[in-house]
């Protein structure tokens, strides 16, 4: 898993501000470029046009998929499937990536989510990143994640799943809107957050030191922290993951978040992860397995009792 976690990281050494030097160009450039600084799509050469395929990481159940959002983009995807799933209740991962590079680029992550840990594994590029149209910003990827989500749920084959959340960086920031957006809904079974600001006006001061007394101009605001406060459904488990020497988003504003997060929350660490080698600490995706098996799977079997349903086997948690 090493190597295949290497390969990730050559694609990915790019800060979640394309370079802090910019700010010194003045308040009009973070006003006027803030949306080229903050999703740098083009990041790494040529990001938008050569996408890994699931091929070239010898994953063999996977699916390129291209679907319509209603502002009129279209979205890539590649959905991964388990050889022989290994959670014997289907999980569908939403994934939601940072702001550099595209979805091929985090193939090796769903590769074990996928192989290792026996989920279905939707990865969704937002809009002008890899293979989708469009340009990216707040209300456009805002977009993008409910037209993911919608579409998973009404995909004939995973629909029947359970749906979790997963995102890293930005992406965490698209999974706390989503889950505020959609937490009535009572098809969220679970959330994972890894390495999670809580706003990018509050990140600006140590991304871009030069720009914190400007930062009020920054309108991509994604206010990680003001939508956790406002989730109401107590039952959807909360997984946060904290590389502890991230050296992009400060590990104190993940622990803030998770303080403020009103639902049941599990907290794990990463003494030696950074911002983009948190994934590949030990112990990572045992956090997520047990995530999955104990909050997951076991939590919704004990609310579908509660409930009185009678098409749930109380045996069947793992295979």
């Given at each position: 898993m090493s190597n295949i976690l290497g390969t990730m990281f050559s694609y990915l050494r790019i800060p979640l501000f394309a370079s802090s030097g910019l700010a010194a160009l003045g308040s009009s450039l973070l006003y006027f470029k803030q949306n080229d600084i903050i999703y740098p799509a083009n990041l790494p050469a040529g990001a938008r046009t050569n996408v890994p395929t699931p091929e070239q990481f010898n994953i063999t159940q996977a699916e390129s998929?291209?679907?319509?959002?209603?502002?009129?983009?279209?979205?890539?995807?590649?959905?991964?499937?388990?050889?022989?799933?290994?959670?014997?209740?289907?999980?569908?991962?939403?994934?939601?990536?940072?702001?550099?590079?595209?979805?091929?680029?985090?193939?090796?992550?769903?590769?074990?989510?996928?192989?290792?840990?026996?989920?279905?594994v939707f990865m969704?590029?937002?809009?002008?990143?890899?293979?989708?149209?469009?340009?990216?910003?707040?209300?456009?990827?805002?977009?993008?994640?409910?037209?993911?989500?919608?579409?998973?749920?009404?995909?004939?084959?995973?629909?029947?799943?359970?749906?979790?959340?997963?995102?890293?960086?930005?992406?965490?920031?698209?999974?706390?809107?989503?889950?505020?957006?959609?937490?009535?809904?009572?098809?969220?079974?679970?959330?994972?957050?890894?390495?999670?600001?809580?706003?990018?006006?509050?990140?600006?001061?140590?991304?871009?030191?030069?720009?914190?007394?400007?930062?009020?101009?920054?309108?991509?605001?994604?206010?990680?922290?003001?939508?956790m406060a406002k989730v109401t459904d107590k039952g959807i488990p909360i997984l946060f993951l904290s590389g502890r020497k991230d050296e992009i988003v400060p590990p104190s504003m993940m622990k803030t978040l998770y303080e403020t997060c009103p639902t049941k929350k599990i907290w794990k660490e990463f003494p030696n992860g950074d911002h983009n080698s948190t994934v590949a600490e030990a112990g990572y995706f045992d956090a997520i397995w047990e995530f999955l098996v104990q909050e997951v799977l076991k939590g919704r079997r004990k609310e579908n009792f509660k409930r009185g349903d009678t098409d749930v086997d109380r045996d069947e948690l793992w295979s």
């Amino acid at each position: 898993m090493s190597n295949i976690l290497g390969t990730m990281f050559s694609y990915l050494r790019i800060p979640l501000f394309a370079s802090s030097g910019l700010a010194a160009l003045g308040s009009s450039l973070l006003y006027f470029k803030q949306n080229d600084i903050i999703y740098p799509a083009n990041l790494p050469a040529g990001a938008r046009t050569n996408v890994p395929t699931p091929e070239q990481f010898n994953i063999t159940q996977a699916e390129s998929i291209k679907f319509p959002t209603p502002d009129g983009e279209t979205l890539h995807a590649y959905l991964l499937r388990p050889p022989t799933p290994s959670l014997r209740k289907n999980i569908t991962l939403v994934t939601f990536h940072g702001n550099a590079g595209n979805v091929g680029h985090r193939l090796p992550i769903g590769k074990v989510l996928s192989e290792s840990l026996g989920c279905h594994v939707f990865m969704v590029e937002y809009r002008g990143y890899g293979l989708s149209t469009g340009s990216p910003d707040e209300n456009g990827l805002s977009i993008d994640g409910q037209t993911a989500l919608d579409y998973v749920r009404n995909h004939q084959e995973l629909r029947k799943t359970q749906i979790v959340l997963y995102g890293q960086s930005l992406g965490g920031a698209l999974v706390v809107k989503l889950l505020q957006t959609n937490e009535q809904a009572g098809d969220i079974a679970g959330v994972i957050l890894e390495n999670t600001f809580l706003s990018i006006r509050k990140l600006i001061p140590s991304v871009m030191p030069p720009a914190k007394y400007i930062a009020y101009l920054c309108h991509q605001r994604w206010n990680s922290e003001e939508l956790m406060a406002k989730v109401t459904d107590k039952g959807i488990p909360i997984l946060f993951l904290s590389g502890r020497k991230d050296e992009i988003v400060p590990p104190s504003m993940m622990k803030t978040l998770y303080e403020t997060c009103p639902t049941k929350k599990i907290w794990k660490e990463f003494p030696n992860g950074d911002h983009n080698s948190t994934v590949a600490e030990a112990g990572y995706f045992d956090a997520i397995w047990e995530f999955l098996v104990q909050e997951v799977l076991k939590g919704r079997r004990k609310e579908n009792f509660k409930r009185g349903d009678t098409d749930v086997d109380r045996d069947e948690l793992w295979s």
